[in-house]
């Protein structure tokens, strides 16, 4: 009797386009990443030669793995990605201006379907469909890194919009003719302080404005970072702790009108001004409780992602990918 063989498991690529380097890897159904690699973004003044490149270190990752034929798809993140037409549009910190139809070039490219989201997009999808959010069907994703990104879930669905750019809760007003954001000339965005950049300016800033002793006038202006900010606040610096003490209380207020607009079970806070812990989120969930009305107090948890930093951008775009048929 002929034994028929074991069907194979399918699996799909996910690619994180960064306006430095861009992430892929091949991932499971439950969030393995099977392989991985990365290139650099910036270099590409074409996108065509990014592509070719692209292709290029995938096909070797695509043939360890079995095959063009077990790949189900690809899912892509890219700032500015419009999942509704696979374009990315006027994306400020990539190489290539304009409207790119990236979606349909990959795919034309690598011969697989392909669907794209912009970058928090895709990481609330990866964090619903192997981090802290599974089972949940109302939640926001925040990443907080040298911008700040949103996902919005609500009802389980992702929240697009009618033109695919809904949520975008960094650009959102925080203080009126605040601080001025370098990429969209508005004034007083939460990305402009809430952001690795925004701690960055935060520093400069009150430095300027106070005599207060800290180890961080020991640096130049351009060498100050978030990360030296943190390190002078885990050291019991007063200023480096002032200043994460300022950015839960922005991040705070936003998160509280977030959660009046949407109710979400919890707030997912990913990226690298997590690594400041308590630092920055227990001013942040203070902030957030006082700015509540009282229907929304203590219902909303605020959670740091579950997911390996290493692997989460991929994760997250390779979720886009078993939507697919």
Same mark, same amino acid.
């Given at each position: $009797? ?7 498991? %399918? ?8 306006? *430095? ?31 070719? #490149? ?85 939640? @926001? ?17 992702? @929240? ?7 949520? #975008?809760?960094?650009? *959102? @007003? ?9 990429? *969209? ?20 800033? $009150? ?12 640096? +130049? ?25 300022? *950015?839960?209380? @922005? ?12 109710? %979400? ?16 989120? +227990? %001013? ?42």
């Amino acid at each position: $009797m002929a034994t028929s063989k074991p069907s194979v498991e %399918p699996l799909v690529i996910g690619i994180d386009i960064g306006g *430095t380097g861009t992430k892929f890897g091949i991932v499971d159904r439950v969030g393995n990443v099977l392989f991985s690699g990365d290139i650099s973004t910036k270099k590409h003044k074409q996108v065509e030669t990014f592509i070719d #490149e692209l292709h290029d270190h995938l096909k070797v990752l695509i043939d360890k793995a079995g095959g063009v034929g077990r790949m189900k798809g690809i899912g892509v993140g890219a700032p500015n990605g419009n999942y509704y037409t696979g374009t990315v549009e006027y994306a400020p910190n990539l190489p290539w201006k304009g409207i790119i139809p990236l979606a349909k070039m990959i795919e034309d490219k690598f011969k697989l379907p392909v669907v794209l989201t912009n970058d928090a997009n895709a990481a609330a999808l990866g964090e619903m469909m192997y981090g802290a959010a599974q089972g949940m069907k109302d939640f @926001i994703m925040i990443t907080l890194g040298t911008g700040v990104g949103s996902g919005i879930v609500a009802n389980g669905h992702l @929240i697009y919009g009618h033109d695919g750019f809904a949520g #975008e809760i960094g650009h *959102t @007003i925080i203080i009126p003719d605040g601080r001025m954001h370098e990429g *969209t000339g508005k004034k007083g965005s939460l990305e402009s302080y809430a952001s690795a950049t925004g701690v960055r300016l935060t520093a400069l800033e $009150m430095m300027k404005n106070t005599k207060t002793k800290s180890v961080l006038r020991s640096f +130049k202006p351009e060498d100050i970072d978030s990360k030296k900010v943190f390190e002078a606040a885990i050291a019991g610096d007063a200023v480096a702790k002032e200043i994460f003490e300022f *950015t839960g209380k @922005i991040l705070g207020m936003a998160l509280a009108n977030a959660v009046m607009f949407s109710s %979400p079970e919890a707030i997912i806070l990913f990226g690298g001004l997590t690594k400041a812990g308590e630092l920055i989120l +227990k %001013p942040t969930r203070e902030h957030m409780e006082a700015n509540l009305i009282q229907i929304f107090q203590n219902k909303v948890k605020i959670l740091v992602s579950h997911l390996k930093e290493s692997d989460a951008a991929i994760l997250g775009a390779s979720a886009l990918a078993w939507e697919l048929q």
